[in-house]
């Protein structure tokens, strides 16, 4: 006969039936586990481009800077808005040069902008050069060769199909007369690439121009600063030069007051020059590369190359930019 159980004797057969729903829980809670485990890392950053040397100047004029279609430095024909700058929110990472980019008023000075590049867009506050610039038969500028690495801007010389090809940027929006710019920055050595750190005419009629940093020694060793100016209707140029280290971090920098430049590195002076030949007008900040070294620095009489050598790519790594106004 069969036996049927009377509904109060069914505890052990419900904890039975509980003890294996229980188990089949497990397993499923044990799959999803097994499959969040198994789910791919997020990709890695990429790693930042070139963190060799650093950068150097020169004795001759550079060849100006500024728009993006093929800028002159005998005649600049593009036209720089006067727009106010968004400043960018300068990272709190550990600086990359050592040195952080600084953030706030200073006694005597107000901040008006800072980049610290802490992205991989260079964003509103910054134009590129393209193109040939007038008066430098030797480069061609490039926006492919400006480039963010998440940490720092870089601008890099190489060639394409021949020709050397470099990088350059203009932060036209912060136009000003009077202040003070300072570029954390070093530099690869090459006899065929130079750098240029200026301020550039918003008028976009050359001269003035103040060239607070320009290396053409090839192996980054000395730099020079210039004003440029006209002078009973001939252009015209004070010059003066430093030695340091440019393959290693500097921070190169310029204070532009009435009739008086002084231009400094790490916050030291190491040039004045003062007179009525310096620029009474709104100018701003440019950053650039330029090809020719060798051919450059003997169009000016300077016996410089070879010195060392030419490698394949140099590039100029800025880590940060800080400008400001008087107070």
Same mark, same amino acid.
């Given at each position: 006969?069969?036996?049927?159980?009377?509904?109060?004797?069914?505890?052990?057969?419900?904890?039975?039936?509980?003890?294996?729903?229980?188990?089949?829980?497990?397993?499923?809670?044990?799959?999803?586990?097994?499959?969040?485990?198994?789910? *791919?890392?997020?990709? $890695?950053?990429?790693?930042? /481009? #070139? +963190?060799?040397? =650093?950068? %150097? !100047? @020169? &004795?001759?004029?550079?060849?100006?800077? *500024?728009?993006?279609? $093929?800028?002159?430095?005998? /005649? #600049? +024909?593009?036209? =720089?808005? %006067? !727009? @106010? &700058?968004?400043?960018?929110?300068?990272?709190?990472?550990?600086?990359?040069?050592?040195?952080? /980019? #600084?953030?706030?008023?200073?006694?005597?000075?107000?901040?008006?902008?800072?980049?610290?590049?802490?992205?991989?867009?260079?964003?509103?506050?910054?134009?590129?050069?393209?193109?040939?610039?007038?008066?430098?038969?030797?480069?061609?500028?490039?926006?492919?060769?400006?480039?963010?690495?998440?940490?720092?801007?870089?601008?890099?010389?190489?060639?394409?199909?021949?020709?050397?090809?470099?990088?350059?940027?203009?932060?036209?929006?912060?136009?000003?007369?009077?202040?003070?710019?300072?570029?954390?920055?070093?530099?690869?050595?090459?006899?065929?690439?130079?750098?240029?750190?200026?301020?550039?005419?918003?008028?976009?009629?050359?001269?003035?121009?103040?060239?607070?940093?320009?290396?053409?020694?090839?192996?980054?060793?000395?730099?020079?600063?210039?004003?440029?100016?006209?002078?009973?209707?001939?252009?015209?140029?004070?010059?003066?030069?430093?030695?340091?280290?440019?393959?290693?971090?500097?921070?190169?920098?310029?204070?532009?007051?009435?009739?008086?430049?002084?231009?400094?590195?790490?916050?030291?002076?190491?040039?004045?020059?003062?007179?009525?030949?310096?620029?009474?007008?709104?100018?701003?900040?440019?950053?650039?590369?330029?090809?020719?070294?060798?051919?450059?620095?003997?169009?000016?009489?300077?016996?410089?190359?070879?010195?060392?050598?030419?490698?394949?790519?140099?590039?100029?790594?800025?880590?940060?930019?800080?400008?400001?106004?008087?107070?």
């Amino acid at each position: 006969m069969k036996e049927f159980r009377h509904l109060s004797d069914r505890g052990p057969l419900l904890r039975s039936r509980w003890f294996f729903v229980a188990i089949a829980a497990l397993v499923v809670v044990a799959g999803v586990i097994v499959v969040r485990w198994d789910r *791919p890392a997020t990709a $890695a950053a990429p790693e930042p /481009a #070139p +963190s060799t040397s =650093a950068a %150097s !100047s @020169s &004795a001759a004029p550079s060849s100006a800077p *500024p728009s993006s279609t $093929a800028p002159s430095s005998e /005649a #600049p +024909s593009s036209e =720089a808005p %006067s !727009s @106010s &700058a968004t400043t960018p929110t300068p990272s709190t990472a550990e600086p990359l040069s050592g040195v952080a /980019a #600084p953030v706030g008023d200073e006694p005597g000075w107000r901040q008006v902008f800072v980049d610290d590049f802490s992205r991989t867009e260079l964003g509103d506050d910054w134009d590129v050069y393209s193109g040939p610039p007038g008066g430098d038969p030797y480069t061609i500028w490039d926006p492919s060769h400006v480039q963010l690495d998440g940490d720092s801007l870089l601008l890099a010389g190489f060639q394409e199909d021949g020709q050397w090809v470099t990088g350059g940027v203009s932060n036209w929006p912060v136009a000003q007369t009077y202040g003070r710019w300072e570029v954390r920055f070093r530099a690869m050595a090459s006899d065929e690439i130079t750098y240029h750190f200026l301020l550039w005419p918003q008028s976009e009629n050359w001269p003035p121009e103040i060239d607070f940093l320009e290396d053409f020694s090839g192996d980054r060793s000395q730099a020079s600063g210039f004003v440029h100016y006209i002078q009973d209707g001939r252009r015209q140029k004070v010059q003066k030069d430093v030695e340091a280290d440019f393959n290693q971090w500097h921070t190169a920098g310029v204070i532009w007051e009435p009739e008086r430049v002084t231009f400094t590195l790490d916050g030291e002076p190491w040039g004045i020059i003062s007179g009525d030949m310096v620029p009474d007008e709104p100018m701003w900040l440019a950053l650039q590369q330029q090809a020719g070294g060798c051919q450059r620095s003997a169009d000016y009489g300077y016996p410089f190359c070879p010195v060392a050598g030419v490698p394949d790519e140099a590039w100029v790594q800025i880590d940060w930019v800080s400008v400001y106004a008087p107070a």
